[in-house]
C-alpha cells in the first residue's frame, strides 16, 4: 500500500484535531510518547480519551477509537502531517447503553449477518507494522517495559507472537510485510494465567494470544470479516475467538438469553459476547434519527452483551477471601463478619465454611492470593469439593437453613414497606444508583442534597415518609453514615403495621482510608459542577477535606440497625454497583428482574442525570499546604499486626505496639513526607512539582515498597524501600510521574518512611525521620530494633497535607 494512502489527508486531520482539543482540553484528550523499540529513532504516540465522555452525545470526541497509536511524518513544510500505525476498535456500549443499543434500535438501523464472538477475558494486545520489516506490539494504551514490573502487558503480548509465528514456521518479518501491505492493525485478547489472573481460566492449549479482529489503520473504523480473521488466526498461529453467525436481532436476543440461564456455552462459563455487524445502508428516516448510530450507512458496527452470573458470585468469594485472610493473620477468623449479600446465595454459604478450613490447614497455598495470585485455583478446588459425596452432603443441609444471623422469627416476618438505605460517603456512587433503581422499579426517591435549609435532618425524614404514602419502596438518598441518621429512620417508622423493611445498600469502608479518599475524590472530580453541593475544585481542594471528615467520621453498619444489607463494593464501577442493587431488589424484594435491555437504559439515564437544584458555590478558601507526601493505600493496623505474630518478633517491638494500639497512638491517615514547608526556599522544585501533581486532575499513582519496621522505646515507623510509578489500566503509565521517580531516586529516598506512632502526644513524629536514617546508617541505638515486613507493597498518590 502506497504511503500517499497511510498519510491521508483524512487521518492527520483527526490526529490534528486531537492535538488541539489535548491543548484545549487536557482533561478530555492525554497523550504519551514513546521510542518505538523496534525503530528507536521513531516516537509513537498514544492517545487516551476520557472513558466517561465516551457516552455523552453529540460526542466531544473527532474518534471514538479505543487504542490509538500514531507517529508525525517528515513533511517538507506547510501543515503537519501523521499516520495511524495502530488502532483499536470504536467504543461499543451494552444493551440499552445509548439510544442506538436498545433492541428496537439494533433491529432497525443495523444489518446481518450479526457475529457472536466469545469475549475474551484478558488484556487487549495489538499488533501493527512499523515499517515493511518492523512491528510494533502495544497494550491498550502503552509499549514497552514499564519500569518496576517484570514484564509488561505489551512484553508479554510481544513473547506469545514470536512463539505463535515460530510454531507456524513464520519470521516477525514476514508478519510485518502482510500487515504493512493491508494496513491492519492484529487485535488479540492476552490470556495467561500466569502473568495475570482474571475472572475465567485459560487451559494450557487456551493460554495465548486470542485473534479476534484486523482493523485499517485508519480514522474511520473498518475491521476484517470474521472469516478473514479466523483463516489469518489459523495462517499465523493464533488461537481462534469462538463464533456463532445468525441473521437477524431476534435470533441474538433469543440466543444470548439461552446462554445467560444455562450460564455456560460449549460446556465453559461465559463473561458474554461481542456482536458484529454494519450499519444499515438504508439512511434512517427523521423520526429515528435518534435512534441511529452516530457513524456513516455501511460502517462496521459492534455492541455487547454481557451477564453478570457467575462473576458477582466469583468476586463475592474473592472478596470474602479476603477478608477472612486479614482476620487469620489478626487470629481471629471466625470473628469476621461477612454481610447477608454475599451469603444469599447457599453454595456462598459453603465456599465460607471451607476456605475457612482451607486457611487453617494450609495457609501457604493463599500466599500470593492478594496479588492476584491463585484466585482461580481456590475457587476451581472449591468447586471440584462442591461435587464431591462431602459437598454434596452439605449443599442439601443448607437448602432449607436460614441464611446467616438470620432466626427463624426473621425468616416468617411479614414486611409491608421498604426503605432503602444508602450506607456511603460522597463518590461510592449511592445516587448513581438510586437514579437507576427509580427507572428501573419506580421507586420513590428522595435526596437530602435537595434541602438547602441549615437543619435540614427532620426535613429529609418528612419527605421520606411523604413518599411512602405514594410508594412501595423508597430510597433514603443520604449518606447515612452516622449511627443517629439510621435511627431515625427506625424511628420514624416504628409504629407503622405491617412493619417497614429497612434494606442498606452498604458501602463498608473495610479498605485503608487513602484508598477509599482516592476513589471517591476521583469521582467526585470526573463529576465536575454535577452535583447539588459537593463540587470538586482543583485548585482549593476542598472537596478533599469534606471527604476526609467523611472517611474518619462514619460510623460502620451494625448488624441490628437495618432487617437486610446488601454489600456493594466501592471499587466496583456503576454497571457492577447496580447489578448488585438490582439482584437483592429481586430476591429480598421480590421483584421482577429487569432485562438487560432495561438495565442499560438505567444506565443511560443514570449518566446523564443532572440535579435539579444546586446551591452557590462557597468561597474558597486557598491555604497553602504545610507539606507534601504520598498518602500509602494501607492498613497499618493489619500489617503490623500480622508480622509481629511470627515466631521471630521480638518481644519489646510486640510490647511497644501493643502499647500504640491501646492508647489509640497508631497514625490514622498514615502519609511519607516528601518535601514540607520549612524546606522552603532550598527545595522549591521539589515542592513546584509535588504542587502540579496535586493539581493535577489525573494524577500518577505510586508504588512505595515498605522495607522495615523500625522502633525504639519512643517511636515507631516503616522504612520506605523503593518507589515506583504504578501502571493504570493496562500497563499505562504516568510519564511525567516516571520522570519524578527518576530524580526521587537520586535525591531524597533514602530517608522516606512511614511513621506509625509516637509513644506519648510530646513525642513530636519528626523523630521518626532520624531514627529511620540512623537506622539506614547502621548507626541505631542500643533500643532500636528492626524487622522485615516481606515485601508489602502499598499504592499511593501525592497529596498536600495542611495538618
Given at each position: 500500500m502506497a504511503s500517499s494512502v497511510r498519510d491521508s489527508e483524512a487521518d492527520s486531520s483527526l490526529i490534528s484535531a486531537l492535538v488541539k482539543l489535548s491543548q484545549k482540553a487536557p482533561k478530555l484528550v492525554k497523550s504519551s510518547d514513546y521510542k518505538a523499540p523496534a525503530l528507536p529513532d521513531v516516537t509513537i504516540t498514544s492517545w487516551k480519551l476520557n472513558e466517561f465522555k465516551f457516552y455523552e452525545v453529540p460526542s466531544p470526541f473527532?474518534?471514538?477509537?479505543?487504542?490509538?497509536?500514531?507517529?508525525?511524518?517528515?513533511?517538507?513544510?506547510?501543515?503537519?502531517?501523521?499516520?495511524?500505525?495502530?488502532?483499536?476498535?470504536?467504543?461499543?456500549?451494552?444493551?440499552?447503553?445509548?439510544?442506538?443499543?436498545?433492541?428496537?434500535?439494533?433491529?432497525?438501523?443495523?444489518?446481518?449477518?450479526?457475529?457472536?464472538?466469545?469475549?475474551?477475558?484478558?488484556?487487549?494486545?495489538?499488533?501493527?507494522?512499523l515499517s515493511p520489516t518492523k512491528l510494533l506490539v502495544t497494550s491498550k494504551h502503552s509499549l514497552g517495559p514499564v519500569k518496576g514490573a517484570d514484564m509488561s502487558h505489551a512484553q508479554v503480548g510481544e513473547k506469545w507472537l514470536l512463539k505463535h509465528l515460530e510454531a507456524k514456521g513464520k519470521t516477525p518479518e514476514e508478519f510485518a510485510q502482510v500487515l504493512w501491505d493491508n494496513n491492519w492493525t492484529a487485535v488479540a485478547e492476552l490470556c495467561d494465567d500466569s502473568f495475570e489472573e482474571h475472572v475465567l481460566p485459560y487451559s494450557a492449549?487456551?493460554?495465548?494470544?486470542?485473534?479476534?479482529?484486523?482493523?485499517?489503520?485508519?480514522?474511520?473504523?473498518?475491521?476484517?470479516?470474521?472469516?478473514?480473521?479466523?483463516?489469518?488466526?489459523?495462517?499465523?498461529?493464533?488461537?481462534?475467538?469462538?463464533?456463532?453467525?445468525?441473521?437477524?436481532?431476534?435470533?441474538?436476543?433469543?440466543?444470548?438469553?439461552?446462554?445467560?440461564?444455562?450460564?455456560?456455552?460449549?460446556?465453559?462459563?461465559?463473561?458474554?459476547?461481542?456482536?458484529?455487524?454494519?450499519?444499515?445502508?438504508?439512511p434512517p428516516s427523521p423520526s429515528d434519527h435518534k435512534t441511529a448510530p452516530p457513524y456513516p450507512p455501511g460502517s462496521s458496527f459492534f455492541f455487547k452483551v454481557k451477564f453478570d452470573e457467575p462473576y458477582m458470585t466469583y468476586r463475592d468469594w474473592r472478596e470474602m477471601t479476603k477478608m477472612l485472610l486479614g482476620g487469620h493473620a489478626k487470629g481471629s477468623m471466625e470473628s469476621v463478619k461477612v454481610h447477608k449479600s454475599k451469603l444469599r446465595r447457599p453454595e456462598s454459604h459453603l465456599y465460607r465454611k471451607w476456605v475457612m478450613e482451607e486457611i487453617r490447614r494450609d495457609k501457604t497455598q493463599f500466599a500470593e492470593f492478594n496479588k492476584g495470585k491463585g484466585i482461580i485455583a481456590t475457587r476451581d478446588r472449591f468447586l471440584a469439593w462442591l461435587e464431591s459425596e462431602r459437598g454434596m452432603q452439605m449443599r442439601a443441609g443448607l437448602q432449607e437453613a436460614p441464611t446467616q444471623g438470620e432466626t427463624a422469627v426473621e425468616k416468617d416476618k411479614k414486611f409491608g414497606k421498604t426503605i432503602i438505605v444508602p450506607v456511603a460517603i460522597p463518590g461510592c456512587g449511592k445516587t448513581s444508583v438510586a437514579v437507576a433503581l427509580k427507572h428501573l422499579f419506580g421507586f420513590g426517591h428522595t435526596q437530602s442534597d435537595d434541602i438547602h435549609e441549615k437543619k435540614g435532618a427532620p426535613i429529609f425524614i418528612r419527605n421520606v415518609l411523604k413518599e411512602l404514602q405514594t410508594h412501595d419502596v423508597v430510597i433514603a438518598d443520604k449518606n447515612n453514615h452516622l449511627r443517629q441518621h439510621r435511627e431515625a429512620l427506625r424511628i420514624a417508622v416504628a409504629n407503622m403495621s405491617p412493619p417497614v423493611r429497612l434494606m442498606a445498600l452498604n458501602?463498608?469502608?473495610?479498605?485503608?482510608?487513602?484508598?477509599?479518599?482516592?476513589?471517591?475524590?476521583?469521582?467526585?472530580?470526573?463529576?465536575?459542577?454535577?452535583?447539588?453541593?459537593?463540587?470538586?475544585?482543583?485548585?482549593?481542594?476542598?472537596?478533599?477535606?469534606?471527604?476526609?471528615?467523611?472517611?474518619?467520621?462514619?460510623?460502620?453498619?451494625?448488624?441490628?440497625?437495618?432487617?437486610?444489607?446488601?454489600?456493594?463494593?466501592?471499587?466496583?464501577?456503576?454497571?457492577?454497583?447496580?447489578?448488585?442493587?438490582?439482584?437483592?431488589?429481586?430476591?429480598?424484594?421480590?421483584?421482577?428482574?429487569?432485562?438487560?435491555?432495561?438495565?442499560?437504559?438505567?444506565?443511560?439515564?443514570?449518566?446523564g442525570y443532572t440535579p435539579t437544584t444546586?446551591?452557590?458555590?462557597?468561597?474558597?478558601?486557598?491555604?497553602?499546604?504545610?507539606?507534601?507526601?504520598?498518602?500509602?493505600?494501607?492498613?497499618?493496623?493489619?500489617?503490623?499486626?500480622?508480622?509481629?505474630?511470627?515466631?521471630?518478633?521480638?518481644?519489646?517491638?510486640?510490647?511497644?505496639?501493643?502499647?500504640?494500639?491501646?492508647?489509640?497512638?497508631?497514625?490514622?491517615?498514615?502519609?511519607?513526607?516528601?518535601?514540607?514547608?520549612?524546606?522552603?526556599?532550598?527545595?522549591?522544585?521539589?515542592?513546584?512539582?509535588?504542587?502540579?501533581?496535586?493539581?493535577?486532575?489525573?494524577?500518577?499513582?505510586?508504588?512505595?515498597?515498605?522495607?522495615?519496621?523500625?522502633?525504639?522505646?519512643?517511636?515507631?515507623?516503616?522504612?520506605?524501600?523503593?518507589?515506583?510509578?504504578?501502571?493504570?489500566?493496562?500497563?499505562?503509565?504516568?510519564?511525567?510521574?516516571?520522570?519524578?521517580?527518576?530524580?526521587?531516586?537520586?535525591?531524597?529516598?533514602?530517608?522516606?518512611?512511614?511513621?506509625?506512632?509516637?509513644?506519648?502526644?510530646?513525642?513530636?513524629p519528626i523523630e521518626a525521620r532520624a531514627l529511620v536514617e540512623g537506622w539506614r546508617l547502621g548507626q541505631s541505638g542500643p533500643n532500636v530494633g528492626s524487622l522485615a515486613l516481606d515485601g508489602i507493597v502499598a499504592r499511593g498518590r501525592i497529596k498536600g497535607l495542611f495538618s
Open positions: 473527532p474518534t471514538l477509537a479505543r487504542g490509538l497509536f500514531t507517529r508525525s511524518m517528515p513533511n517538507e513544510g506547510g501543515s503537519p502531517t501523521y499516520r495511524v500505525v495502530a488502532r483499536g476498535y470504536d467504543k461499543f456500549f451494552n444493551i440499552g447503553e445509548v439510544p442506538w443499543s436498545s433492541w428496537a434500535a439494533l433491529e432497525t438501523h443495523t444489518s446481518p449477518p450479526y457475529v457472536l464472538t466469545l469475549k475474551s477475558n484478558g488484556c487487549i494486545i495489538f499488533m501493527a507494522a492449549e487456551k493460554t495465548g494470544l486470542h485473534l479476534h479482529g484486523l482493523n485499517d489503520c485508519s480514522g474511520a473504523f473498518q475491521t476484517q470479516s470474521p472469516e478473514t480473521v479466523a483463516a489469518f488466526a489459523r495462517e499465523w498461529g493464533f488461537i481462534e475467538t469462538l463464533t456463532k453467525t445468525v441473521n437477524t436481532i431476534a435470533e441474538v436476543h433469543e440466543f444470548t438469553d439461552a446462554v445467560e440461564e444455562a450460564g455456560k456455552w460449549q460446556g465453559e462459563p461465559v463473561e458474554g459476547f461481542v456482536v458484529r455487524c454494519h450499519v444499515a445502508t438504508t458501602w463498608s469502608l473495610v479498605k485503608p482510608p487513602a484508598m477509599v479518599h482516592r476513589v471517591c475524590a476521583d469521582r467526585v472530580m470526573q463529576r465536575g459542577e454535577n452535583h447539588q453541593k459537593l463540587r470538586a475544585d482543583a485548585v482549593s481542594r476542598d472537596h478533599e477535606d469534606v471527604l476526609w471528615m467523611f472517611v474518619e467520621q462514619t460510623e460502620e453498619l451494625a448488624d441490628d440497625e437495618v432487617d437486610e444489607v446488601v454489600e456493594m463494593d466501592l471499587e466496583e464501577d456503576l454497571e457492577q454497583a447496580l447489578a448488585r442493587a438490582v439482584d437483592a431488589c429481586v430476591s429480598v424484594l421480590g421483584l421482577k428482574r429487569p432485562t438487560q435491555e432495561e438495565i442499560g437504559q438505567a444506565l443511560a439515564v443514570t449518566r444546586k446551591m452557590a458555590d462557597a468561597k474558597k478558601k486557598m491555604a497553602e499546604p504545610r507539606y507534601f507526601g504520598f498518602l500509602p493505600e494501607v492498613d497499618l493496623e493489619d500489617v503490623i499486626t500480622a508480622r509481629l505474630a511470627h515466631d521471630d518478633a521480638p518481644s519489646h517491638a510486640k510490647k511497644f505496639w501493643e502499647a500504640l494500639v491501646k492508647k489509640d497512638r497508631v497514625a490514622k491517615r498514615p502519609h511519607i513526607t516528601l518535601v514540607h514547608s520549612k524546606e522552603l526556599p532550598q527545595e522549591k522544585d521539589l515542592w513546584d512539582q509535588c504542587q502540579r501533581f496535586f493539581a493535577d486532575s489525573s494524577p500518577p499513582t505510586f508504588e512505595l515498597s515498605l522495607g522495615n519496621l523500625v522502633w525504639n522505646d519512643r517511636v515507631m515507623a516503616i522504612a520506605v524501600d523503593d518507589v515506583k510509578v504504578a501502571t493504570q489500566g493496562d500497563n499505562d503509565t504516568h510519564a511525567e510521574g516516571q520522570a519524578f521517580v527518576d530524580e526521587l531516586e537520586q535525591t531524597i529516598k533514602k530517608r522516606l518512611h512511614v511513621t506509625v506512632g509516637t509513644g506519648q502526644s510530646n513525642i513530636l
